[in-house]
Structure formats: C-alpha cells, structure tokens
C-alpha cells in the first residue's frame, strides 16, 4: 500500500492501469453518473493548476478519505462540489465505499491495495481529459 501523502513520482500518469471499458461505457450510460458537469470556476481551476497538479490532489483524496477499510464519515465524505475531482469521483463512482463497491467490484471493509487506488485515479483522469476536451471543442465551436 501506498504511504501518504503520496509521492506523485510513484504513480506517473503512463503507469496507471488501462480503465475498464465495459465499465466505462456502464458510468456513461448511467443518468446520474454522466450529469456532472465541471462548473466555470472548476474549469478555471483545472486549467489554472493543470492536470498532474489536479491528479494529485486526486491521489490524495483516494488515499486518505477512500483507501482505508472504514473511512471516516463513508457515504458522505466526498462533497458534491468545490474540486475538479470531487465532481469527477461522483461521475465515475469512485466517491464513497459504496459507490466503488457497487461499480468497481472493491470490497467494502477492507483497505484498497496501491493498485485500486491507481485503478480509481485512473478512472478520474480518464474524465477529467474527456471533460477538458469536450469544453476545448465546445469553445472551438463557439470561434470556429
């Protein structure tokens, strides 16, 4: 398991796992899942902080309010906005215990190993690129 705060050179960005497709294209077909939106300000901040930074605040996230067997406040401990990656967790349902469980096959009440936390990061940098292109292609659009 990862010791954190995370060292970010542990997890580069070519070395997180492959998402799962069936599974992705199961998060885009849900209604609740694929209604989140990044707001101006989080647009503004993932532009302005750039996505390794963003991913890292995302590394951290996992690892302190998901990773463990019981986290604190489970259910409740990802707010719904504030962060990129808050929004980003509740799209790819990686927010709570529950969610990861249900969707991702993690068991609940057990510590996720370094290679779930991984997989999780991997699924948030997955829509975090989607979402910037679709808001790069939208803009384009509007000058283009």
Known sequence: MLSWPIFWPEIVQSALPA????CWRRLR???FRAGFRLDAEDQA????????RV???AADFIGRRLAPAQPLRDGKQTPWRGHPVF???HATASCCRGCIAKWHGFEAGRPLD???QAYLLALIRRWLVEVEAAG??????LFG
Do not use: F, M
């Open 29 to 31: 077909a849900a209604r």
């Open 55 to 57: 991913l890292e605040h």
């Open 136 to 141: 790069e292609a939208a803009q384009a659009d």
């Open 19 to 22: 998402v799962d497709e069936a």
């Open 114 to 116: 370094s290679r779930q």
């Open 87 to 89: 929004v980003a967790q």
């Open 45 to 52: 901040y993932l532009q302005h902080k750039g996505l390794e």
